[in-house]
Nanobody, 116 residues
Framework: QVRLVESGGGLAQAGGSLRLSCAAS????MGWFRQAPGKEREFVAA????????DYADSVKGRFTISRDNAGNTVYLQMNSLKPEDTAVYYC?????????????WGEGTQVTVSS
């Protein structure tokens, strides 16, 4: 069992910035998802263990940046130019190699609220 420890989040004004972090030990592709009230959980960004590539949802491209520390155990989500529609609970996920997100380990979530 992998325990994911999330930190960051909180309240920001539109146009502002927040940074989320998530720690997990092991060889995982790390990702961030979010769920707004009344909506399904959606993919935000991923940092792949193999190759070190990153991927983003179209809605956050150019505004959010996912990164990992050198050891690969902590993943960050730098969120800039925040919009009210970014308001959601953000979840960290650790996906074992050669698996899909349905087999990932999940954090408990952290609230991000963006005021207009």
């Amino acid at each position: 069992q992998v325990r994911l420890v999330e930190s960051g989040g909180g309240l920001a004004q539109a146009g502002g910035s927040l940074r989320l972090s998530c720690a997990a030990s092991g060889r995982y592709t790390m990702g961030w998802f979010r769920q707004a009230p009344g909506k399904e959980r959606e993919f935000v960004a991923a940092a792949y263990w193999i190759g070190g590539n990153t991927d983003y949802a179209d809605s956050v491209k150019g505004r959010f940046t996912i990164s990992r520390d050198n050891a690969g155990n902590t993943v960050y989500l730098q969120m800039n130019s925040l919009k009210p529609e970014d308001t959601a609970v953000y979840y960290c996920a650790a996906r074992p190699l050669y698996n899909n997100w349905s087999n990932a380990y999940w954090g408990e979530g952290t609230q991000v609220t963006v005021s207009s």
